[in-house]
């Protein structure tokens, strides 16, 4: 006679349930939909992903780019050399165009034109590069440099460009203006492209100078139509009447 010993010790075995994905997940201790499961932050600074906006048509865009805590400051001679020799390299492409930048304690400042939205994308990635490698020759630094991504504001109308190129080119009055008062006298900014800038109310002193880092706008905007509300003020402090 035969007998099962797996009855008398309760080791009969039973007819498996089949388990979800979930549910493996839940019981292997890996990942899953718990508490503390996940890639865990790197800690540096991330805006909730949000859509860019899309265009179609040659169209000039405000980006800036932002950078990580503890870097020493940005507006720095020789970083400002190394970066216009880069810009001088990858300031044209097809389908994008450097037009003009600022260079500020933290931030970066750009005009540029693209085709659309995946030439920004594009023309983007290969400015973004260019500036971190810079940083990273110049102050010794490793790792990530850029804090967050770009943000990027397309203009559409001549006031709208108007505002964009006062806000870039004289960027470093308004920050001046916000810390130390009163601003000095106008003056072309060194860690900026304003001296190939052609649409100030006088010239100034170092205009034109030196071998060009910058592309010659293209797009009507840009070029011509925001000279409808008037040309820019040198002494002018962006974010004051």
Same mark, same amino acid.
């Not at 292997?28 to 503390?36: A, D, Q």
């Not at 932050?41 to 800036?64: A, Q, Y």
């Not at 001046?176 to 006298?185: F, I, L, T, Y």
């Given at each position: 006679?035969?007998?099962?010993?797996?009855?008398?010790?309760?080791?009969?075995?039973?007819?498996?349930?089949?388990?979800?994905?979930?549910?493996?997940?839940?019981?292997?201790?890996?990942?899953?939909?718990?508490?503390?499961?996940?890639?865990?932050?790197?800690?540096?600074?991330?805006?909730?992903?949000?859509?860019?906006?899309?265009?179609?048509?040659?169209?000039?865009?405000?980006?800036?780019?932002?950078?990580?805590?503890?870097? *020493? %400051?940005?507006?720095? &001679?020789? =970083?400002?050399?190394? !970066?216009?020799?880069?810009?001088?390299?990858?300031? /044209? #492409?097809?389908?994008?165009?450097?037009?003009?930048?600022?260079?500020?304690?933290?931030?970066?400042?750009?005009?540029?034109?693209?085709?659309?939205?995946?030439?920004?994308?594009?023309?983007?990635?290969?400015?973004?590069?260019?500036?971190?490698?810079?940083?990273?020759?110049?102050?010794?630094?490793?790792?990530?440099?850029?804090?967050?991504?770009?943000?990027?504001?397309?203009?559409?109308? *001549? %006031?709208?460009?108007? &505002?964009? =190129?006062?806000?870039? !080119?004289?960027?470093?009055?308004?920050?001046?203006? /916000? #810390?130390?008062?009163?601003?000095?006298?106008?003056?072309?900014?060194?860690?900026?492209?304003?001296?190939?800038?052609?649409?100030?109310?006088?010239?100034?002193?170092?205009?034109?100078?030196?071998?060009?880092?910058?592309?010659?706008?293209?797009?009507?905007?840009?070029?011509?139509?925001?000279?409808?509300?008037?040309?820019?003020?040198?002494?002018?402090?962006?974010?004051?009447?």
């Amino acid at each position: 006679m035969y007998f099962d010993f797996r009855y008398v010790f309760g080791m009969r075995s039973r007819t498996p349930n089949q388990q979800s994905f979930d549910d493996y997940r839940m019981r292997g201790g890996r990942g899953g939909p718990r508490v503390g499961a996940g890639r865990k932050l790197s800690g540096r600074i991330c805006d909730r992903k949000k859509r860019r906006e899309r265009f179609h048509g040659n169209k000039p865009v405000h980006v800036t780019l932002r950078f990580r805590e503890g870097l *020493p %400051r940005l507006r720095n &001679r020789r =970083l400002v050399t190394e !970066l216009r020799r880069s810009f001088r390299e990858a300031c /044209e #492409r097809p389908d994008f165009r450097l037009v003009h930048y600022s260079v500020q304690h933290n931030h970066v400042h750009l005009l540029v034109e693209a085709e659309d939205q995946a030439a920004l994308g594009r023309g983007m990635k290969s400015i973004g590069a260019r500036v971190s490698r810079a940083i990273q020759r110049v102050f010794g630094v490793t790792g990530r440099v850029l804090a967050q991504r770009y943000h990027a504001h397309v203009l559409r109308t *001549p %006031r709208e460009v108007r &505002r964009a =190129l006062r806000y870039v !080119l004289l960027n470093a009055r308004k920050h001046w203006h /916000e #810390r130390r008062g009163p601003v000095p006298p106008a003056r072309l900014d060194d860690a900026s492209s304003s001296r190939w800038f052609d649409g100030f109310t006088r010239d100034l002193p170092g205009a034109r100078a030196g071998p060009r880092e910058v592309a010659r706008p293209r797009t009507w905007l840009l070029a011509r139509g925001w000279r409808r509300h008037g040309l820019i003020d040198p002494a002018a402090i962006p974010g004051t009447r």
